[in-house]
């Protein structure tokens, strides 16, 4: 039978290899992935031929698995929607396990598609051959090893095994999953005989535009238990947290209780509120409140409620679990969020039903209690205003604030990890331009980060900001091709201290002796200008507070990628963050 126009791609392929692979690829298109990650490999060939011939999806090509893991994370970050990781077998598939783990963790949707060789080979020593059974582990949410095409296998089976992948990544734990295809010669797209019988169902299937399994629609807990209601409605001394938000709703929502509860708020630098926008009562700088001793032990709430996903700040952390009597955490998934074992009360429930039931009548709050951490916050920001009037040479805290300072608004803003985002989190300006903010913070490893921010990009598509360290882009340094092809504008802005800045903030540093510098310093010579111009980025290295503004703002306009390498001193850098910890505890008081 020759298919219509609308359905050749999938009803006129020429082997089953390609019916099915293209089928699968047609039916994840139908269920709402936006983005499909592929890196070069023979084994994959089918898979990789039916994305080239999609209409209307986004792809990425790169040339490291482990980057394109990343890449999908990133865009799960910037839409809350799965993207599509192809690979070929053997370690290709292995190399997912860090963007795996991320996405688990912090509860990402994220499908894996991984070919295969055919089972007669399993345990035979055969070349690139693997177990890839069950390869993450506990790290996905659902499994499935598929046989080899074959006759004896309706492609409705298939198809249906597509939907219930992607309905995994969406259930109340969301996070990745692994579909692995067997796949034997051929692996070209030749002709062969009239593969399989293809029923009706699936012909109309493949001359509509319906998913075969339509996504389930999405459900949550529909009331706030009246004992947690009375709790809120109690409080004298209440606290707003705010964890990582996903999409605009859980923002707007989350404005309004902010709004309505009139409780001071600490926004967590992921969740889209800590920077910019309108956000009543949010009390910046709040780390700087939470070290003073003095200052907590007179502001120590009787209920805390966050809302959302986890924290970056440490003493945001300590402060919910031990300065309260009650601790509520709600968030719309079922992920454990306890580190310290301390809440009180858990709610899982869709955060805009949430926050359209937080009670309002009887709310008891203390009248003085919301203005007196926001005249402690007023304090600390103008004692940082004016530390920050006074820095000339480029500096950490500096670079984090004159960002979010001169960022665009509408830009995205991508963090790395150890020092970037607690520098973002702790300095960054509240009344700059509105921004959303995102960080690999599921596993907070450094590993990458740059195809993290591509991807973030390429699902926001508008420019992004990447603030990284040195460590950080060396670890994922070939993903500066990735970047150069962007099709998105990105600005890099390195932060390079020579090696892991973040170790001369812990313990390790006054213990380990001569063993420090090498081992946890890891000190390079490495020139970053050599690996911009290696891709054909763009490269400058201002030195001075002045230089870099300019710098920054001319790069974010330019509608060109660009690395912006700001140069620093890892032991002046300690010496500097303790120095202003110690100005702004004392301008709490």
């Not at 040339?63 to 910037?78: M, T």
């Not at 077998?89 to 499908?111: C, F, K, Q």
């Not at 389930?216 to 807990?221: F, G, K, P």
């Not at 700087?288 to 959302?308: I, K, M, T, Y």
Request: aromatic residues 6%; negative net charge.
């Amino acid at each position: 039978m020759q298919a219509p126009d609308s359905s050749s791609r999938v009803l006129n392929a020429p082997n089953l290899n390609y019916l099915w692979a293209t089928a699968i690829v047609e039916e994840l298109t139908r269920q709402g992935v936006g983005l499909f990650v592929l890196a070069s490999g023979s084994r994959c060939s089918p898979f990789t031929l039916a994305v080239a011939g999609q209409p209307g999806v986004h792809r990425i090509q790169h040339v490291d698995e482990r980057g394109c893991g990343f890449a999908a994370v990133g865009y799960a970050r910037a839409t809350g929607r799965a993207a599509v990781v192809i690979t070929t077998s053997g370690t290709a598939v292995a190399n997912l396990l860090p963007a795996v783990m991320e996405a688990s963790e912090d509860g990402l949707p994220l499908v894996v598609l991984s070919a295969d060789r055919p089972a007669r080979l399993r345990n035979t020593g055969a070349n690139q051959t693997m177990d890839q059974v069950d390869l993450f582990g506990t790290h996905v949410r659902w499994f499935h090893d598929l046989a080899c095409p074959n006759p004896g296998i309706p492609v409705e089976h298939v198809l249906s095994l597509v939907g219930d992948a992607c309905r995994a990544t969406r259930l109340d734990r969301p996070g990745p999953v692994h579909l692995n295809c067997m796949l034997d010669e051929p692996l070209q797209p030749v002709s062969g005989p009239d593969p399989v019988s293809i029923s009706r169902d699936v012909v109309r299937w493949a001359e509509g535009e319906a998913p075969w399994n339509p996504p389930e629609a999405s459900t949550s807990s529909s009331r706030l238990p009246e004992p947690l209601a009375a709790t809120i409605r109690a409080a004298r001394r209440g606290v707003l947290l705010i964890g990582r938000l996903q999409g605009e709703c859980e923002v707007r929502a989350v404005q309004q209780l902010a709004a309505r509860l009139g409780w001071p708020v600490l926004a967590d630098i992921t969740s889209g509120l800590r920077l910019g926008g309108s956000l009543p009562h949010r009390i910046a700088c709040a780390d700087a409140l939470l070290s003073e001793e003095r200052w907590l032990a007179r502001h120590r709430p009787d209920v805390v409620v966050q809302v959302g996903r986890r924290l970056v700040s440490k003493l945001l952390q300590a402060f919910a679990a031990h300065e309260s009597d009650t601790y509520l955490v709600v968030c719309p998934d079922s992920r454990p969020l306890d580190p310290h074992h301390a809440v009180t009360h858990r709610v899982t429930m869709n955060l805009s039903s949430f926050c359209e039931q937080v009670p309002l009548e009887g709310v008891s709050t203390d009248p003085g209690w919301t203005a007196a951490w926001e005249a402690a916050s007023h304090d600390v920001q103008l004692s940082l205003s004016a530390w920050e009037e006074e820095q000339t040479q480029v500096n950490e805290p500096g670079i984090a604030r004159s960002i979010t300072r001169c960022i665009p608004a509408g830009h995205g803003l991508f963090v790395g990890n150890s020092m970037p985002v607690r520098d973002l989190d702790q300095f960054g300006v509240a009344d700059g331009p509105s921004v959303a903010v995102a960080a690999n913070r599921g596993v907070s490893g450094i590993d990458g980060t740059v195809l993290s921010a591509v991807g973030y990009a390429a699902g926001r598509r508008s420019p992004v900001t990447l603030l990284l360290g040195d460590l950080s882009l060396v670890h994922d340094l070939n993903g500066l091709l990735a970047l150069a092809r962007s099709e998105t504008p990105i600005t890099v802005v390195l932060v390079n201290n020579r090696g892991g800045g973040i170790f001369h903030f812990l313990p390790i540093a006054e213990t380990a002796g001569e063993a420090f510098e090498p081992w946890f310093g890891t000190p390079h010579d490495i020139h970053f200008s050599h690996a911009a111009a290696l891709v054909g980025l763009d490269y400058l290295s201002p030195g001075t507070m002045e230089e870099f503004r300019t710098a920054y703002a001319h790069a974010v306009q330019s509608g060109r990628s660009s690395v912006l390498e700001v140069r620093t001193d890892r032991v002046d850098n300690v010496d500097l963050h303790r120095a202003l910890w110690k100005q702004l505890r004392n301008a709490s008081l």
